[in-house]
T-cell receptor, first 113, second 112 residues
Framework: DTGVSQDPRHKITKRGQNVTFRCDPI?????LYWYRQTLGQGPEFLTY????????KSRLLSDRFSAERPKGSFSTLEIQRTEQGDSAMYLC???????????FGPGTRLTVT | QQQVKQSPQSLIVQKGGISIINCAYE??????FPWYQQFPGKGPALLIA?????SEKKEGRFTISFNKSAKQFSLHIMDSQPGDSATYFC???????????FGQGTRLTINP
């Protein structure tokens, strides 16, 4: 399978715990995006990378959120001190820098209890 | 100005009918308008996309109509099938593969 992959697919955690999600983009894509989607809503942009550089962060990305793409390949999204409001689907997408088509992974469903 | 407004919120169409979903935007700097299809528990899948230099794009049963002056675009699904039942999102972005701004989504149900 050559699409975007995300791991884990589901994560249940208790409030206050830290969680980390991984995204592997399509291999030749140098742009990688993170979005968050709550039930019944469209995805909302969080941040994006071109290669290893983080080029934009949304105001939605509070200080408890950090994203990395250390070698310009896979990316991780960490949420520290999780809150119930962090419960959502976290989506990763990738694209070639020169074109706009973004391809999404299956998402990681986070439930904070 | 970054918003994309989508309607209707939900839509029921008989099998074989035409499904029409509409979106409107304010930011004239948007130059790329994709539509995504999402099934429950899955990530959004790119269906079809258009740029403002054309007024219509067709791929199979899916057509985007684009009205630049009205800042509106719509998705038409011809000969709608039960397998088309899903949530559809319109989106927009500015030049250079920047972030997508999504509409609120339309839950489409095709009755057999």
């Amino acid at each position: 399978d050559t699409g975007v992959s995300q791991d884990p697919r589901h994560k249940i955690t208790k409030r206050g715990q830290n969680v980390t999600f991984r995204c592997d983009p399509i291999s030749e894509h140098n742009r990688l995006y993170w979005y968050r989607q709550t039930l019944g809503q469209g995805p909302e942009f969080l941040t994006y990378f071109q290669n290893e550089a983080q080029l934009e962060k949304s105001r939605l990305l509070s200080d408890r959120f950090s994203a990395e793409r250390p070698k310009g390949s896979f990316s991780t999204l960490e949420i520290q001190r999780t809150e119930q409001g962090d419960s959502a689907m976290y989506l990763c997408a990738s694209s070639l820098a020169a074109v706009s088509e973004q391809y999404f992974g299956p998402g990681t469903r986070l439930t904070v209890t | 100005q970054q918003q994309v407004k989508q309607s209707p919120q939900s839509l029921i169409v008989q099998k074989g009918g035409i499904s029409i979903i509409n979106c409107a935007y304010e930011n004239t700097a948007f130059d790329y308008f994709p539509w995504y299809q999402q099934f429950p528990g899955k990530g959004p899948a790119l269906l079809i996309a258009i740029r403002p230099d054309v007024s219509e794009k067709k791929e199979g049963r899916f057509t985007i109509s684009f009205n630049k002056s009205a800042k509106q675009f719509s998705l038409h699904i011809m000969d709608s099938q039960p397998g088309d039942s899903a949530t559809y999102f319109c989106a927009a972005s500015m030049e250079g593969a920047q972030k997508l701004v999504f509409g609120q989504g339309t839950r489409l149900t095709i009755n057999p």
